[in-house]
Every structure is written in C-alpha cells, then in structure tokens.
C-alpha cells in the first residue's frame, strides 16, 4: 500500500484538519524536465497557470501564494511543514513526504529527491500538499 517506510510512518502524522493551514490537491498534465529538476505547470484557484519546480537536494519547499490561501494570524504563525501525498499510477502505492516551509516564492519549489526521481519516470499526476 505504501511506496516506502517513510511513507507509511509520516501517513499516520498528518494532523487533523484543525491544525492544517492549508490543504491543496495539484493536478498535473504534464511534467517537463529539465537538466537537475523537472518543472510543470497547475491551475492556481484564479484559474491561472503556475509553474512548479521540483528538484532534488536539501528537502523543503517554497510555497506560492496564489495556490495556499494561508493566515498566520488565525491558526498560530506560520507555516512550518508541509505534508505531499500523492498516489503512483502504476503500482497504487502511496507516497508522503513531510518538509519544512522555507518561505514564499513566485512559484512553488519543492526540492525532494524521490518526488524528482518519480515525476522524471511519470509515475504520478496529482499531488496533495497539507500545510501545517
């Protein structure tokens, strides 16, 4: 059922929803790769097209504004982890991730080995992103 054991022990982490700042379900068209990471573009809830990044390295990630509506001041500061779960195409098995928020950006970067590795190969179109 899951992709790994990291999958399986950081799945029953994540919190309930009124801990959650923000929760958002990315579909993917299509992955586009690059030389060290693979970028895609996803509707923003404006209907406008956004541009992700996935790359390898230190895990975290960069969240962009218009696609997390979130407000420090009503659920306790900000963001500090974010949780990505997606559900591979092939197999079914289940991918989580937890990583730190490093801050905001102009798109979303996400940087995690796996997660590069697995869009390269195609293997996923949705990605779930719970911030806490």
């Given at each position: 059922m899951f992709f790994d054991g990291i999958s399986e022990a950081l799945f029953s982490e994540?919190?309930?929803?009124?801990?959650?700042?923000?929760?958002?379900?990315?579909?993917?068209?299509?992955?586009?790769?690059?030389?060290?990471?693979v970028t895609a573009k996803v509707q923003n809830r404006y209907g406008d097209k956004v541009t992700i990044n996935i790359q390898g390295g230190r895990p975290g990630i960069e969240l962009q504004e218009s696609l997390f509506k979130i407000k420090d001041q009503d659920r306790g500061g900000s963001p500090r982890y974010a949780y990505l779960l997606t559900k591979?195409?092939?197999?079914?098995?289940?991918?989580?991730?937890?990583?730190?928020?490093?801050?905001m950006r102009d798109w979303l970067l996400i940087y995690e080995d796996t997660l590069v590795e697995l869009s390269v190969k195609d293997e996923y179109d949705e990605l779930e992103i719970v911030v806490v």
């Open positions: 994540i919190p309930e929803s009124t801990v959650v700042k923000c929760r958002v379900l990315l579909n993917i068209e299509r992955f586009e790769i690059g030389q060290s990471y591979l195409i092939q197999t079914k098995k289940i991918l989580v991730r937890k990583l730190p928020v490093i801050g």
